[in-house]
C-alpha cells in the first residue's frame, strides 16, 4: 500500500558523497547544484546513530509503517565494511526496543560488490539495488570510470554474484537509464539476462532549461516496444516498476512511481552531514532546490513530516493548470516534479517528457482497456500481478 501523505516510510540515506565513477549523465557532479562539494565525504557513524534515534522517535507511535531505509551516494559502498557494519547494526539495535526492523537496501553502482561485502549484506539482511543500463554497449555509453572506461565488466560480476548461491535472496533489481539510441528490445534482453526480480526504466533528467535533446517522444517510442514485450509474455518474467505502477493506475489505482500518477511516494533524504533534504532529482532544477532547513541534530521526522515537501501527496508541487485539463492526466499526473522546471516559471508547468509520458499512457491505457474487455468476468487483466514493491 502506497502511504498516506505525511506519513514517511522511505528514508534515502546518504552515506557517501563521492563516487567511483563519473557516468556523463549524473546530475549529481554534472547539474547546477554542487553541494556534493561543501558537504563531508562519508557520513560520521555519531550522524548514522543519530538517525537510528530519529527514526525509533519516529517510529514509537506510527505502528504500521515499515520504514525502508535506502542507502544511497555517490556511491553508498565506498563507506567500507566497517562503517557498513556499523550502520547497520547501530540501525538494528535503535529499532530493537521497539520490536522492529527497517528494510534496508543499498543502490550500487556494484564495483565494489564482492563475496566478503555480500556476506556482510546478506548478515544484515540489505538487499542490493544495482545499476546497470543495458549490454555491453549501452551500459558502456555513459557509465564510465574518470579514465573513460567502461564499467560493464565489473557491473556485470556484480550481477553475476547476485545471482549466484547464498546471495540470490539480495537481489532486488536493476535501474536502467534510458539512451534512446539503444535498441529497446535489446536492453530489455541484456537486462534480463541478468535474471533481475525486478527492472525500473529511468528518464535521464532534463528540465525545459534542458530538455531531451533527441524530443521527448522517441522516449515513448523506446519504451512501448518493451512494454508490449513484458505485457504479451504468457507468464511475467519480471516486474518492471515503471509498467507495473502505470498498468495500476490504468485500472483505477493509485500507482507508486516517482514518474507517474498524482500521487507520489513519500521519501525523504538525510545527507551525509545530517541535513534533511527532499528528493534527489530535484538537484537538476537549481542549487539548493532539495534544501529544507531541517537537519536531523534539530529536528525531529515528525516535524520534517510537516514540511510542504512532505505533508502533501503532491510533494509540494502542485500541477499546473495544463496538467489539470489534460485527459490523461489521472495516469500521467504530471510527470516527475522535477522534470517541470523552467526559470521564471518554476516547476508550474507539464513535464519537458510532455510528449512522451502522454504517448505511453494512452498506449498502456489502451491495451489495458482491451484486455480487460477480452477476459472472462473475474479474471485479472495480464500484468496486474506483479511481486514485491519498494
Ligand atoms: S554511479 Fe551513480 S553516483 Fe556514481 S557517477 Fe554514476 S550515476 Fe553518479
Ligand atoms: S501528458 Fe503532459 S499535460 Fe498531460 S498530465 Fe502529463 S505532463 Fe501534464
Redesign the pocket.
Known amino acids: 500500500m502506497a502511504e498516506a501523505a505525511g506519513t514517511l516510510s522511505q528514508f534515502i540515506l546518504k552515506v557517501h558523497s563521492r ?1 567511483n ?3 556523463d ?2 546530475y ?2 554534472n547539474g547546477p547544484d554542487q553541494s556534493w562539494q561543501y558537504r563531508p565525504a562519508v557520513m560520521p557513524r555519531q550522524t548514522m546513530e543519530i538517525f537510528g534515534r530519529r527514526l525509533r522517535e519516529y517510529l514509537v507511535d506510527r505502528p504500521d509503517v515499515r520504514p525502508h531505509v535506502v542507502l544511497h ?3 553508498p559502498l565506498l563507506i567500507g565494511t566497517d562503517r557498513l557494519d556499523f550502520l547497520a547494526t547501530s540501525l538494528t539495535e535503535a529499532l530493537a526496543p521497539l520490536g522492529r526492523r527497517a528494510r534496508m537496501t543499498v543502490q550500487t ?1 556494484g564495483l565494489l560488490l564482492d563475496s566478503t561485502v555480500l556476506s556482510l549484506l546478506l548478515r544484515h539482511e540489505i538487499s542490493v539495488g544495482l ?1 546497470m543500463d543495458g549490454g555491453s554497449e549501452a551500459h558502456g555509453r555513459h ?1 564510465r570510470t574518470r579514465a573513460g572506461t567502461s564499467s560493464f565488466d565489473g557491473s556485470t560480476r556484480a550481477a553475476e554474484l547476485l545471482r549466484s548461491t547464498p546471495f540470490r535472496s539480495l537481489y532486488g533489481g536493476i535501474l536502467a537509464v534510458i539512451d534512446v539510441r539503444n535498441d529497446p528490445v535489446e536492453v530489455y534482453e541484456s537486462l534480463l539476462e541478468l535474471e533481475p526480480p525486478t527492472i525500473d526504466f529511468l528518464l535521464p533528467h532534463a528540465t525545459w532549461d534542458a530538455p531531451p535533446k533527441e524530443g521527448s517522444t522517441a522516449y515513448a517510442e523506446f519504451l512501448i516496444p518493451i512494454f508490449d514485450r513484458w505485457f504479451d509474455e504468457p507468464r511475467l518474467k519480471v516486474e518492471i516498476r515503471l509498467f507495473a505502477s502505470l498498468l495500476e493506475l490504468a485500472l483505477g489505482g493509485v500507482g507508486y512511481s516517482e514518474l507517474f500518477g498524482p500521487a507520489r511516494p513519500p521519501a525523504i533524504v538525510v545527507e551525509t552531514d545530517g541535513t534533511i533534504e527532499r528528493t534527489d532529482s530535484f538537484k537538476i532544477a537549481y542549487e539548493g532546490a532539495c534544501s529544507t532547513g531541517l537537519d536531523i541534530f534539530s529536528n525531529s521526522f515528525e516535524q520534517a513530516a510537516e514540511h510542504r515537501f512532505f505533508a502533501s501527496s503532491d510533494g509540494g508541487v502542485p500541477p499546473c493548470d495544463t496538467c489539470l485539463a489534460c485527459p490523461v492526466y489521472r495516469l500521467c499526473g504530471g510527470g516527475m516534479a522535477a522534470h517541470r522546471y523552467r526559470s521564471g516559471s518554476g516547476f508550474a508547468n507539464p513535464s519537458v517528457y510532455c510528449d512522451g509520458l502522454a504517448k505511453l499512457a494512452e498506449h498502456v491505457q489502451g491495451r489495458a482497456e482491451r484486455a480487460l474487455a477480452s477476459l472472462p468476468l473475474g479474471r485479472d487483466a495480464p500484468g496486474s500481478h506483479r511481486g514485491s514493491r519498494d
Open positions: 563516487c565513477l563519473a557516468c549523465y549524473c549529481v557532479y551516494g555517490g556511491e553502482n545499476s557509465r
